[in-house]
């Protein structure tokens, strides 16, 4: 079946880098996204991969798909007190069964202090 | 561009009562997808609609429906409100149903 899990909290210090981890059980998984949610806002798509490739860099933000294990990471280097926010794995399969469906993980809350 | 608004942001409805909830997509996407985000349930899928047709359903009963209009806009409407449907509804729009879906702020309905 469809599944994402996530760890529900992560709290670091400004300046250190950040990683969230996410595992989701669903192998024919074609696309993996990464959301940040700030309080009484919508969901912002911070980045996604694709499921044949292993690792994404974007800025602050690099992405690591680890097939096997069915493990997805979200590092953010140099964390800053506006990285705090709800972060959310989530996992699609797209095909003409199943389209504009994700599945969301639980959400990571982002501490970060000062 | 403009983003993906949703209108209204807040609704306060009576059980009972029907509400009916409004999304305009980003400019050139056709698919809108809409999903229910609560603290206990987290964010589940309700549906998805691609030119004027739905074509994926989430597990909600049939007191959910929606519709998209010609020019892709889409609403989705609740009838018979319960206390259970108070939650945060999200739209997300994407240019045929995959890859990048971008959301919109959200229509935070509470019923009483």
């Known amino acids: 079946g469809e599944d994402v899990e996530q760890s529900l909290f992560l709290s670091v210090r400004e300046g250190d880098s950040s990683v969230i981890n996410c595992t989701y059980t669903?192998?024919?998984?074609?696309?993996l996204y990464w959301y940040k949610q700030e309080p009484g806002a919508g969901l912002q798509l911070l980045t996604y991969?694709?499921?044949?490739?292993d690792m994404k860099q974007d800025q602050r933000l690099t992405v690591l798909l680890n097939k096997k294990d069915k493990h997805l990471s979200l590092r953010i280097a140099d964390t800053q007190t506006g990285d705090s926010a709800i972060y959310f794995c989530?996992?699609?399969?797209?095909?003409?069964?199943?389209?504009?469906?994700?599945?969301f993980g639980q959400g990571t809350t982002l501490q970060v202090k000062p | 561009k403009a983003g993906v608004t949703q209108t209204p942001r807040y609704l306060i409805k009576t059980r009972g009562q029907q509400v009916t909830l409004s999304c305009s997509p980003i400019?050139?996407?056709?698919?809108v997808s809409w999903y229910q985000q609560t603290p206990g349930q987290g964010l589940q899928f309700l549906f998805e609609?691609?030119?004027?047709?739905?074509?994926n359903k989430g597990n909600f009963p049939g007191r959910f429906s929606g519709r998209q209009f010609s020019n892709s806009r889409s609403e989705m409407n609740v009838s018979t409100l319960e206390l259970g449907d108070s939650a945060l509804y999200l739209c997300?729009?994407?240019?045929?149903?995959?890859?990048?879906?971008?959301f919109g702020q959200g229509t935070r309905l509470t019923v009483v």
């Open positions: 997300a729009s994407s240019l045929v149903g995959d890859t990048e879906a971008f």
């Open positions: 669903d192998s024919s998984s074609t696309y």
């Open positions: 991969i694709f499921s044949n490739m």
């Open positions: 989530a996992e699609a399969s797209w095909g003409s069964s199943n389209t504009g469906k994700l599945i």
């Open positions: 400019s050139g996407h056709r698919s």
């Open positions: 609609y691609f030119s004027e047709t739905q074509r």
